[in-house]
């Protein structure tokens, strides 16, 4: 896990955030004018959001071709001649309990980023996802005149609702990913703009099954399952071993059944080769991402994209990958399994047990509706997860009626990101208004 794990953060005391911007109260070190650049603080915290800014930055320099852009990021945004204060790795942490560890480092570098920025006030300030860190910086920015623009905006929808209240206090501006999100910031009085979500541009509308097979090694005429156990260490140890399982209650109705995993890293797959050992299955394909996939190379296409590709129908932890495969236009059964002792955490810090909406699923969330079927916690049996998958597999009218869902769904999310969300920071920063 990473900071910025959407656990969100408690409402300030302060409520001067707003009132600030609202008094038209402006930078005075720093801001734009017509003798000098417009300079954008960003703050990204994971490579997603390196990728997403690197974009945006592009955008806004087609505007703006002498902005400053400075902060946080990574090797994507350095590549648009983004002036780097701290790496992005620097904020990233694994668990809760590295958390903890890393905290007094964590603390230094907010602490510095915020001085600068109050010293140094830019035009705009632009927080990617990173809510922990971001949401509170956003607050102390825009309480002294800051506009503030955070992109991606926090699943309140899911889990802690009340957060609503800081973010009102701290955001500007909020750019969001999914069309609900916007009627509901709007209804908090958040201003808010759908932007897409930038996968929908880069994920074909059709994609050929045959071609990924071929680059997979895998026959044209194969039944293929891609599986998908999770990014985390955490989750491929608790999933695997049932997605393995299921595997072989599968394999006993279909011998010839193709199994394809891809692998992300040598961890993840350390760690599903632990258990592949227990559960034993035939016809494996894993499928390592080559190592240019680290690097900073826009064009690098993820290996699990081949594999969804591929794919006649999808095992997939809950997360992303749901709406890459969503995206793929692929059956899917989710699963999600917390250990006892995280639950019990998430459960204490959120107040529920369960997300607000009855879904746990991307695909299901923008559907409005269990399009695909869901098996959590004590639900994802083996037995479970292999029946599910199974009609996933080999029911044609469920393949066409989900197939059809995702169709709609693709075009809903398909925008031209990068510019809507440069022309929404721009017009916060007062550049080009009207």
Not at 88 to 103: I, N, P
Not at 260 to 268: H, T
Not at 272 to 293: C, M, T
Not at 366 to 383: G, K, R, S, Y
Request: with cysteine; charged share 20%; glycine share 8%.
């Amino acid at each position: 896990m990473s900071l910025h794990s959407h656990s969100g953060s408690g409402a300030w005391n302060s409520g001067a955030g707003a009132g600030a911007a609202a008094a038209g109260i402006r930078p005075q070190d720093g801001q734009a004018t017509a003798n000098t650049p417009l300079k954008i603080g960003m703050v990204a915290g994971e490579p997603s959001g390196d990728l997403l800014a690197s974009r945006i930055i592009q955008g806004i320099r087609g505007s703006a071709a002498d902005a400053v852009c400075e902060g946080i990021g990574g090797p994507r945004m350095r590549e648009q001649g983004f002036d780097m204060r701290h790496p992005m790795h620097a904020l990233s942490v694994f668990g809760y309990v590295d958390a903890l560890k890393q905290l007094p480092r964590l603390l230094r570098i907010y602490g510095d980023t915020k001085k600068h920025w109050l010293r140094h006030r830019p035009d705009v300030f632009v927080g990617i996802d990173a809510p922990d860190f971001n949401l509170r910086l956003e607050h102390q920015l825009r309480k002294a005149g800051v506009p503030t623009v955070h992109f991606v905006g926090p699943s309140i929808w899911a889990w802690r609702y009340e957060r609503i209240h800081a973010i009102r206090e701290a955001v500007s501006h909020m750019l969001v990913l999914f069309p609900f999100e916007e009627a509901l910031y709007r209804k908090e009085g958040v201003p808010v703009t759908y932007v897409g979500h930038p996968l929908a541009s880069v994920i074909p509308r059709q994609a050929d099954p045959l071609e990924a097979r071929e680059r997979l090694g895998i026959a044209a005429g194969a039944r293929v399952l891609a599986m998908l156990p999770g990014s985390r260490s955490s989750e491929v140890k608790l999933l695997a071993p049932r997605f393995l399982q299921a595997m072989q209650r599968l394999q006993d109705q279909d011998p010839a059944l193709v199994v394809a995993v891809p692998m992300v890293s040598e961890q993840r797959k350390h760690d599903f080769e632990q258990a592949l050992r227990l559960h034993p299955i035939k016809n494996l394909h894993l499928v390592q991402q080559q190592d240019g996939a680290t690097r900073s190379d826009a064009l690098v296409r993820p290996v699990a994209w081949d594999v969804l590709q591929a794919s006649d129908a999808v095992l997939v932890a809950s997360g992303t990958a749901t709406l890459e495969t969503a995206l793929f236009k692929k059956p899917m059964v989710i699963s999600y399994v917390l250990s006892p002792m995280m639950r019990r955490l998430m459960a204490w810090k959120s107040g529920q047990e369960r997300p607000y909406v009855p879904w746990v699923g991307l695909p299901n969330v923008l559907a409005n509706d269990f399009v695909v079927p869901e098996l959590l916690q004590e639900e994802a049996t083996p037995d479970a997860l292999a029946q599910a998958t199974w009609k996933a597999l080999t029911d044609a009218e469920h393949r066409a009626k989900v197939c059809a869902v995702f169709e709609r769904l693709h075009a809903d999310l398909e925008r031209d990101t990068p510019a809507l969300a440069a022309q929404a920071i721009l017009r916060e920063a007062g550049h080009g208004a009207g």
